[in-house]
């Protein structure tokens, strides 16, 4: 998969890696697997990470030369965690938009 986005001119973000309330959380070693292939960045900061999952995916995402990313996954019903609680530094959304060349940006 991260081919293909990468072939569209996307730039490929793993959302919430360890989340182990929606599924089994992703290893380091499919991390590793998927920064290989092309991925460009980890979601760190996530309602659902607790302190020591962000700890542990910063270092990964260092130690792969990932971005670090936020979202307060703020879509659907039920969502308890208000808007924009957990973002993404305007630094590495720059990174990522340099690193796609698909279509153009609009902000």
């Not at 290989?36 to 995916?57: N, Q, W, Y």
Request: net charge negative.
């Amino acid at each position: 998969m991260v081919g293909l986005v990468r072939a569209a001119g996307g730039v490929a973000v793993l959302a919430h890696p360890r989340a182990g309330r929606r599924g089994r959380p992703i290893s380091v070693e499919k991390i590793a697997d998927l920064a290989a292939a092309g991925l460009a960045g980890l979601e760190v900061d996530h309602p659902d990470h607790d302190e020591a999952a962000r700890l542990e995916l910063r270092e990964i995402a260092a130690d792969l030369g990932l971005l670090v990313t936020g979202a307060s996954d703020y879509h659907g019903t039920g969502k308890t965690t208000p808007i924009g609680s957990h973002t993404t530094a305007p630094e590495t959304l720059e990174a990522i938009i340099a690193a796609g060349d698909g279509c153009r940006v609009v902000r």
